[in-house]
């Protein structure tokens, strides 16, 4: 049985020098203490590394709960006898003048504008951002904008959509994302306000002013980086689907653009789903198996935070006064949240359609003013099954023992080492006198990421004193 290095009395000094480097110098003992023997318990893997009696939790995915969603909807929406989808959509294109308009964006524009009038029969308005006179202001511009969409679309059963392409920009120091008509953003023409808007400052209408779902979609750079922590109770849903992850830059306009790849998902989900209904995460997804897009990768973020409902497109039936007649106007007042729990961890459609049937029924019997059922999230319980362990005190144990049986089997290759595998054993401070790795040919310890030197002062005998000696440069 290896014997046991203790060390004691450490103390760790520094001192700045006049070059800017920080010296650090530690010092103490150490004493070497046999140890006892331990019994060896049971390894709790197998010799393949597998754990047969660990069960991990099925854990339900976004992509399961995003089809398991419009499942539930068509056929609750079937069985209470009301419109599936929403009673108007409408979309807000906001790109930047041609004149200034650095990336060139109006023929994509154009083919998107077209493709949701013709085959989704969304409304459409367009607004073009310009500094063409002394007194344009694109910031006045965007939220005048905003103001007067929500004011015309507003309404319960409709969908709001919000769509910039152009050039963007993050500001850490106000969280605030910029929109700009140009990459350099302190490019001022003469005689006109600079061509950028904080969206920060004018997406506030759409967040306080608006009774209806809301879907933002950013074709620029650093649009996830905005603050997605908006707290609200209300039934809405407000989604943004950006073309980037978080501090990723995006694509210009071409073959290879988010909206390039957003178009030909939205027409692919429109053909598969035969005209019926897909949901934002199937389509964010959808754009990111896109080979054009595989090195950036779309987000769709909750802006409320609360990841529990993706909004559904889809194509308008009817004419929009036959919409109107068909949905409960009546404004909704309050929500009932229940929880179903379950044996199983995945619904069939067949079972989605019988509990919908089920529930359709027991609302209509009350005669309680139920406008509809929405379905919300299914996810697993986050158990983990233990078969043959009887409970996981039994697992926490199988680990200590094993971890014990490693330390056992630890020799004295050095006294640095057992020095420092006892110091972490303690929780006290490791220091490490001899392992060093090379990174780029700069050598640093196995301790810190921090550029240092060290030297190490050994003495023999039972009673073992050290110091260690390391620099740095002063920047972190």
Not at 147 to 152: E, R
Not at 177 to 190: G, N, Q, T, Y
Not at 316 to 334: A, C, G, H, V
Request: hydrophobic residues 30%.
């Amino acid at each position: 049985m290896a014997p046991m290095i203790k060390a004691t009395d450490l103390k760790v000094s520094s001192k700045q020098g006049q070059d800017g480097k920080i010296d650090f110098e530690a010092s103490g003992s150490a004493t070497i203490e046999p140890t006892s023997p331990r019994r060896r318990q049971p390894s709790l893997t197998n010799g393949n590394h597998e754990r047969p009696d660990v069960v991990l939790p099925d854990l339900v995915t976004e992509e399961e709960n995003s089809k398991m969603q419009i499942s539930w909807n068509t056929a609750m929406c079937a069985e209470m006898k009301i419109p599936l989808g929403y009673q108007e959509v409408a979309v807000l294109i906001i790109k930047w003048a041609d004149a200034i308009d650095e990336l060139e964006c109006s023929k994509e524009v154009k083919e998107l504008k077209e493709l949701f009038e013709a085959k989704f029969h969304y409304s459409i308005e367009v607004i073009e951002l310009n500094t063409d006179t002394p007194r344009a202001r694109p910031q006045l511009q965007l939220e005048k904008g905003l103001i007067n969409f929500v004011d015309a679309h507003n309404g319960p059963h409709n969908l709001l959509i919000v769509y910039y392409t152009g050039h963007g920009s993050f500001t850490y120091k106000t969280e605030e994302l910029k929109l700009h008509a140009s990459s350099d953003i302190d490019e001022i023409p003469v005689d006109a306000h600079p061509a950028f808007a904080v969206w920060n400052r004018a997406e506030n209408s759409l967040i306080e002013h608006s009774d209806c779902d809301m879907l933002s979609i950013f074709d620029c750079c650093y649009a996830s980086n905005i603050f997605k922590n908006v707290q609200r109770q209300d039934p809405r849903t407000y989604e943004m689907l950006t073309a980037s992850g978080h501090d990723k830059p995006t694509q210009a306009p071409g073959p290879k653009s988010f909206t390039r790849a957003l178009i030909t998902s939205l027409s692919k989900l429109l053909e598969e789903s035969e005209g019926g209904q897909f949901t934002t995460r199937q389509l964010c997804e959808s754009i990111n198996v896109q080979e054009a897009r595989k090195k950036f990768q779309s987000q769709i973020w909750s802006r409320f935070k609360r990841y529990d409902r993706h909004i559904q497109l889809g194509p308008l039936k009817n004419s929009p006064e036959d919409r109107r007649r068909e949905f409960i106007q009546d404004q909704t007042r309050s929500l009932l949240t229940l929880s179903l729990p379950l044996t199983v961890s995945r619904l069939s459609d067949e079972e989605i359609k019988t509990l919908s049937r089920a529930l359709a029924k027991a609302a209509k019997d009350s005669k309680l003013p139920v406008k509809r059922v929405d379905w919300r999230k299914l996810r697993s319980s986050g158990r983990t099954s233990f078969s043959g362990i009887t409970s996981a005190h039994g697992v926490a144990r199988k680990w200590k023992n094993q971890h014990d049986a490693r330390k056992r089997a630890r020799t004295i290759d050095s006294p640095t080492r057992a020095i420092r595998e006892e110091m972490a054993d303690n929780e006290t401070q490791t220091v490490d006198l001899e392992d060093k790795r090379t990174d780029g040919g700069r050598e640093q310890d196995a301790l810190s990421p921090i550029k240092r030197q060290q030297t190490a002062i050994w003495t023999g005998g039972k009673g073992l004193g050290f110091s260690q000696k390391r620099s740095t440069n002063g920047q972190g």
